[in-house]
Nanobody, 121 residues
């Protein structure tokens, strides 16, 4: 059973930065793919960024150039560095894990509890 624990959320003003962390444990498969999703109040869940075990990344258009996903395989931790934050980035952010090599062929089967990000104008 894969366990994911997020941290690093908080409240910032527009233009500020936050770094989210996701510590993973319990998985044994080699084709690990990690992703970050978010859900804003009244909106559907949105995929934000993903990374495969080789470091290949995916970003949704709205965060390209502002967010960076990275990983420390030795620590089994994935990070989401969020810069130039906007009020529309306000959401609960979730870490997810699955088996795959790209965003499009990964079925995310494990989810964290989420961490809140609030950006004020």
């Amino acid at each position: 059973q894969v366990q994911l624990v997020e941290s690093g959320g908080g409240s910032v003003q527009a233009g500020g930065s936050l770094r989210l962390s996701c510590a993973a444990s319990g998985y044994t498969y080699s084709r690990k793919y990690m992703g970050w999703f978010r859900r804003a109040p009244g909106k559907e869940r949105e995929g934000v960024a993903g990374i495969n075990i080789g470091g290949g990344t995916y970003y949704v258009d709205s965060v390209k150039g502002r967010f960076t996903i990275s990983q420390d395989n030795a620590k089994n931790t994935v990070y989401l560095q969020m810069n130039s934050l906007k009020p529309e980035d306000t959401a609960m952010y979730y870490c997810a894990a699955g088996k795959g090599t790209s965003w499009y062929d990964t079925g995310f089967t494990s989810w964290g509890q989420g961490t809140q990000v609030t950006v004020s104008s």
